[in-house]
Antibody, heavy 125, light 106 residues
């Protein structure tokens, strides 16, 4: 059974750094083709893909946020950590982590097949 | 970045109706498109991947089609459980961008 759970502060002050942790079970990030993504969703707005770390520890980031984002993984703990610097009220959102397997059979693509429940982060002074 | 444009942004429908949701991409992406369903207060759920392949457990009334830059999610015989917001996402090029969403309501 695949599960993911996000944890971190519910309230962050402007200019602070946000650190979110994704604890997962039911799969391993050391398995070839396995990845974990972070996605966020401001209240009432659309989904925004933020970042992905793959089984080989390659990391990929949103173009607009890449200077502020850092991903790390701890395979032994089944954990992925996202940090976002210089938080602003516009970063108020529900942050999701999600399993994102890379399929490379006849073609190559990702799917986001299991999601955590998300954690709401509010940025306010 | 590949831009994703969904239309309409919202649609009103009734149980039993057929609904079509469009997703257009700013670049040719072959069939590398997924569709997700999201209900209020819950995480999105994968419905379709590679434009037309149904995720395991998803009812066959959901159908995806398209190739290149134009894609469609069709929901036939709309059920009460289908009233939700739907998102497309391109699934091959980083960043893995989402569309703006289409809300299907009664």
């Amino acid at each position: 059974q695949v599960t993911l759970r996000e944890s971190g502060p519910a309230l962050v002050r402007p200019t602070q750094t946000l650190t979110l942790t994704c604890d997962f079970s039911g799969f391993s990030l050391s398995t070839s083709g396995m990845c974990v993504s972070w996605i966020r969703q401001p209240p009432g707005q659309a989904l925004e893909w933020l970042a992905l770390v793959d089984w080989d520890d390659e990391k990929y980031y949103s173009t607009s946020l890449k200077t502020r984002l850092t991903l790390s993984k701890d395979t032994s703990k089944n954990q992925v950590v996202l940090t976002m610097t210089n938080m602003d009220p516009v970063d108020t959102a529900t942050y999701y982590c999600a399993r994102t397997p890379y399929h490379f059979d006849t073609t190559a693509y990702f799917t986001i097949d299991y999601w955590g429940r998300g954690t709401l982060v509010t940025v306010s002074s | 970045d590949i831009q994703m444009t969904q239309s309409p942004s919202s649609v009103s429908a009734s149980v039993g109706d057929t609904v079509n949701i469009s997703c257009r991409t700013s670049q040719h992406i072959n069939s590398w498109l997924a569709w997700y369903q999201q209900k209020p207060g819950t995480a999105p759920k994968l419905l379709i991947y590679t434009a037309s392949n149904l995720q395991r457990g998803v009812p066959s009334r959901f159908r995806g089609s398209g190739f290149g830059t134009d894609f469609t999610l069709t929901i036939t015989s709309l059920q009460p459980d289908d009233f939700a917001t739907y998102y497309c996402q391109q699934i091959n090029n980083f960043p893995l961008t989402f569309g703006g969403g289409t809300k299907v309501d009664i």
